[in-house]
Nanobody
Framework: QGQLVESGGGLVQPGGSLRLSCAASLSTFSDFRMSWYRQALGNDRELVAEISRFGGTTNYADSVKGRFTISRDNDQKMVYLQMSNLKPEDTAVYYC??????????WGRGTQVTVAAGDWGQGTRVTVSS
């Protein structure tokens, strides 16, 4: 069984930066292609960035190219998403995904990123599940 745990989300002003982290408890982490997805309220989940097994190849959604950088540390079993020049349209829940051909796909529970001007509270996540 594998587990992915995201962290680093929060509330940030437009133009600000955040660094998301994904800790993986996968016995063969370097076998997995890692990705970050996001889902804004009312929208489908979309690919933000992906990175190959040893980091040699990365791919980004057009909307984040030049602003976001994905990286990984196979020794620490971590994946990162450095986000800069954040825009209100980047507001979403960000999910980490691990995929390998012929193996189950693993998803984290997500971390909320909110980009908004003004004075806001940090908010609290509510999850209702059966």
């Amino acid at each position: 069984q594998g587990q992915l745990v995201e962290s680093g989300g929060g509330l940030v002003q437009p133009g600000g930066s955040l660094r998301l982290s994904c800790a993986a408890s996968l016995s063969t982490f370097s076998d997995f292609r890692m990705s970050w997805y996001r889902q804004a309220l009312g929208n489908d989940r979309e690919l933000v960035a992906e990175i190959s097994r040893f980091g040699g190849t990365t791919n980004y959604a057009d909307s984040v190219k030049g602003r976001f950088t994905i990286s990984r540390d196979n020794d620490q079993k971590m994946v990162y998403l450095q986000m800069s020049n954040l825009k209100p349209e980047d507001t979403a829940v960000y999910y980490c995904k691990a995929a390998q051909i012929g193996r189950p796909v693993y998803w984290g529970r997500g971390t909320q990123v909110t980009v908004a001007a003004g004075d806001w509270g940090q908010g609290t996540r509510v999850t209702v599940s059966s």
